[in-house]
């Protein structure tokens, strides 16, 4: 089902129900592709696929992005939007179990919808793919050639409030459980990310895990690698399918 929720062709995200499902977990898949317009929503559709066929529902969500309609905060509320709408589709759904799956600029978009306080429908996990999770430290490192500051329309110096709302480490504590996924050899977001997100996490009080891999960047959204195993064993582990 092709759920619309505003009227830009990006506005929108497609939501798949295990047939017969009375109470199925969702999880809410979000595509990276540093937040511009050269990628979308077909990221996460073989994700979605394969967490359907294991019984999850599945919302795979489109937004709009750098260069067609995007940037901070129009992509924030857009994903905002598109989960909220489960309000109103919830036949066959527990939306008392809704993790949130991003990958890369995904996982900033994931960990932002976990942080926040004003939900219809909120996230009650995270599973962060390689995610992008300190922009201000990205903005630094000048991760995607810059495309943090296009996110945020500059650099941290001229932008305080928008990375101060935008970046999930720095909206900590969520009161969300996380698990981050990443490689040991990610060439396009460091570990680092990760790393960092985690122990922050921690020392302010949430629940946070670090899962590794000796890999790169795409191997989570790789159905059939140990990575995308680590990231399923998450999800299960956070929509409560595992003890």
Do not use: K
């Not at 905002?80 to 759904?93: F, K, Q, S, Y």
């Amino acid at each position: 089902m092709r759920i619309t929720y505003g009227e830009d062709p990006s506005q929108y995200a497609d939501l798949a129900v295990p047939e017969g499902a009375t109470d199925a977990p969702v999880v809410v898949v979000v595509h990276g592709g540093y937040w511009t317009s050269r990628y979308g929503a077909e990221l996460g559709r073989p994700l979605a696929a394969d967490l359907l066929s294991r019984g999850y529902a599945t919302l795979n969500v489109e937004y709009r992005r750098v260069g067609s309609g995007g940037g901070w905060p129009a992509t924030g509320a857009d994903v905002a939007a598109a989960v909220d709408a489960l309000r109103a589709h919830a036949d066959g759904l527990d939306l008392t179990r809704v993790v949130g799956l991003g990958h890369s600029a995904g996982g900033q978009l994931v960990g932002w919808l976990a942080a926040r306080r004003d939900a219809a429908v909120p996230l009650t996990g995270a599973v962060l793919q390689a995610g992008v999770l300190d922009l201000v430290r990205g903005s630094e490192l000048g991760l995607g050639g810059g495309a943090i500051d296009d996110f945020l329309g500059g650099p941290p110096a001229q932008r305080r409030e928008a990375y101060a709302d935008a970046s999930p480490i720095a909206r900590l504590p969520w009161g969300v459980p996380s698990v981050a996924v990443h490689g040991t050899r990610d060439p396009l977001v460091p570990i680092e990310q990760s790393q960092s997100f985690v122990t922050a996490a921690r020392a302010a009080g949430d629940r946070a895990d670090l899962q590794t891999f000796d890999g790169d960047h795409f191997d989570p959204i790789t159905v059939g690698t140990a990575a995308w195993d680590l990231c399923v064993a998450a999800v299960e582990r956070l929509s409560g399918r595992a003890g």
